[in-house]
Each structure stands twice: as C-alpha cells, then as structure tokens.
C-alpha cells in the first residue's frame, strides 16, 4: 500500500480500552467548548437528503454521492450527505436563530470515492457548525475571530485531555497563522498546494488558509470548492479574494500537515451567481435552496465541519486515522497496519 505511511519506531500510547474511553472524552469536552466559544445549540441531523433539492454538499463538484431509491416513495431517490453546509442554512432559517446564535450537529457520511491512507476514510465524521451572521460581518475581520474561537477550543481540549494522559504531551502551538492562499504561492511558486500547505505549516504549527476556491495567480484553485457554500471569489480588506479557508496543523508523528476543519462566511446571492457562472453551473439557480437563497428567506451565514475522528487522531497521538474510527479498510492496509504496530478498530 504505497499510501500508507509507516513511522519507524511506532507505539501508540493508549491501548485499544483507553483510546476508546479517550475519544469519549474529547469528543464531549470538545463539543461543549465550541457551543460555549460560538453560542451554539446542538440539533438532530438527516444522515441522507432526497435528490434533486440542491441540499447536499457537493464538496469539489466530483465526488458520488451514496443514494437509493425509497421504496414508500414512489422509488424518489436519496443521496447520503456528504456534509450538512446547505441544510444548516436551511434549518437556521427554519428555527428562526438570531444573529450571534447558531448550532451544531454531528455529521455523518459516506465517500465511495475517497483514496484510503492514514487520514483519509469511507467514513466521515465530523462537527459541522453553522451561525447566523449581519450583514457587517462579512469580511476578513470576522471570519479571523471565528477561526480563533475555533482554534482555541481545540488549546483547550489538548490541555485538557493531556491533564488526563499525561504521556500525551502537547504540541500545538498558542497561536494559529494566517495567510491567503496567494501570499503562499508567491512564497513557493515551484510546490504544489499539498507541498505550500506542508512547508508553511512545519514553520508555524498552526495555519489558516484564507481563499479556497477562486483561482490564483498561475490559473489554478488553491483547492476545489462547490461554488455555492462557502463564498471564495468576493475581495476581502487584504485585497485579496475570498472569506473562507482551511485550517491546518503540522502532525509530527506523519511529519505532515493535517487539515482540521474547512469553513467560511457563506456565500451571499450576489456570491453565489457569480461563483455559478464562474463553474458554468448555473442551471442550478432553480433548485430549492438556491431559490430561496435568491428569494432572501435564508439568513447570513459562517460555518464549517471539524473532523472528529481526524481531531482525536492528532490529540491522541495516533498514526492512523483507523485508530479512532471503525471503518472499512483493504486487507493488505490492515496487515501493514498491525505490523507497524498501528491497531485499527
């Protein structure tokens, strides 16, 4: 499996008992953190949308979504969500959440075409988070405050679960960095994004990506965004494009870096038709939720989805994201796995 990785010398520092009651803790403490740092309330989430409603998250625009057909239902099909980032919206309208207010929610999904490695999965879970927003939090400014919170809760959830394990010792640093995804191709014009992300990260520890999705200056996106989420292609105060990104850490265990959560102030109706027009997608203007979004009865928005599976990862020590989750895995990956003393669940 030559996308595994394998570090010499291996050993994880909690057994398979203690990385389970371990991931209880961070997951509860974590939660309660975020609700507290963003004035969140939880609620019940769909784990599949039906088809045809523009609901479903379509993440870089070529990922299958797992559906089908009901049966009560005169055969309408179903997709399983590949993240919550529409129908939040929707549900925040329907609650009638007041600016400064917001929810989050356990997502859960399914991605038939992901690449199997040690951070990557069929199953994904992960925060997903969604607030409403005024009008003059738009921009860069506000969207930095968030990631902070955001970034703190995590500080704190280290900390705490540290205190807890002590042969867990931190190693995240106190402050997250921030840089637009053009100011790091300029730094590195001969690397690939992946390779950016990797060596800017190694510097800092902790970075935010600002732009994900528009394109930079040699022609090409940073990354794949849908266009009709996260809003990437409105100019910011930094005179740059685009009001959402990646936050990432560097992972000394891979030696890598490792992306915790993807999020942004959500695209407006002007965003969102010129993000449409820019992917050549606009027929889909006629879909439920982008009519209503044009109609204005969906509120402003920021949100994003934290990894939980990748998040205990990182703060547990471990090499595989197998290690914190039950998945499906090939048999040549799991064997390898053990060998390397990485002990799948």
């Known amino acids: 499996m030559s996308k595994l990785q394998k570090p010499a010398g291996y050993e994880a520092l909690l057994d398979l008992k203690q990385t389970e009651l371990a991931i209880k803790k961070i997951k509860?403490?974590?939660?309660?953190?975020?609700?507290?740092?963003?004035?969140?309330?939880?609620?019940?989430?769909?784990?599949?949308?039906?088809?045809?409603?523009?609901?479903?998250?379509?993440?870089?625009?070529?990922?299958?979504?797992?559906?089908?057909?009901?049966?009560?239902?005169?055969?309408?099909?179903?997709?399983?969500?590949?993240?919550?980032?529409?129908?939040?919206?929707?549900?925040?309208?329907?609650?009638?959440?007041?600016?400064?207010?917001?929810?989050?929610?356990?997502?859960?999904?399914?991605?038939?075409?992901?690449?199997?490695?040690?951070?990557?999965?069929?199953?994904?879970?992960?925060?997903?988070?969604?607030?409403v927003i005024k009008q003059e939090n738009r921009n860069l400014t506000f969207l930095r405050k968030i990631v902070n919170k955001i970034y703190s809760a995590i500080l704190r959830t280290e900390f705490y679960i540290c205190e807890t394990y002590p042969q867990l010792k931190a190693f995240l640093p106190e402050e997250i960095h921030f840089i637009h995804s053009e100011d790091l191709l300029r730094m590195y014009p001969d690397k690939t994004a992946k390779e950016r992300e990797n060596l800017i990260c190694k510097e800092y520890g902790a970075v935010f990506i600002i732009g994900i999705g528009g394109k930079l200056s040699d022609g090409k996106e940073h990354?794949?965004?849908?266009?009709?989420?996260?809003?990437?292609?409105?100019?910011?105060?930094?005179?740059?494009?685009?009001?959402?990104?990646?936050?990432?850490?560097?992972?000394?265990?891979?030696?890598?870096?490792?992306?915790?959560?993807?999020?942004?102030?959500?695209?407006?109706?002007?965003?969102?038709t010129r993000q449409l027009a820019l992917q050549g997608k606009e027929d889909r203007k006629d879909l439920y939720f982008h009519r209503r979004l044009a109609e204005g009865s969906l509120p402003l928005?920021?949100?994003?989805?934290?990894?939980?599976?990748?998040?205990?990862?990182?703060?547990?020590?471990?090499?595989?994201?197998?290690?914190?989750?039950?998945?499906?895995?090939?048999?040549e990956m799991r064997k390898e796995c053990r060998e390397s003393g990485m002990t799948l669940i």
């Open 301 to 331: 928005t920021i949100g994003g989805g934290i990894g939980q599976s990748r998040l205990c990862m990182v703060l547990l020590h471990k090499a595989h994201i197998g290690e914190t989750q039950a998945s499906i895995w090939p048999d």
């Open 28 to 131: 509860d403490f974590f939660l309660s953190s975020l609700s507290t740092e963003l004035r969140l309330r939880r609620v019940t989430a769909p784990l599949f949308v039906l088809r045809g409603l523009g609901l479903n998250d379509d993440l870089n625009g070529v990922e299958r979504a797992v559906c089908f057909p009901i049966k009560d239902m005169g055969e309408s099909v179903a997709e399983v969500v590949h993240s919550l980032a529409k129908w939040k919206r929707v549900t925040l309208a329907e609650y009638r959440i007041e600016p400064g207010f917001g929810i989050v929610t356990d997502m859960n999904a399914i991605r038939a075409d992901e690449e199997m490695d040690n951070i990557h999965s069929l199953y994904v879970d992960q925060w997903d988070w969604e607030r």
């Open 223 to 272: 990354d794949l965004r849908a266009p009709d989420y996260d809003d990437w292609s409105t100019p910011n105060e930094d005179g740059y494009e685009g009001l959402n990104g990646d936050l990432l850490v560097w992972y000394p265990i891979l030696e890598r870096s490792i992306e915790l959560s993807s999020m942004g102030i959500r695209v407006d109706k002007e965003a969102m």
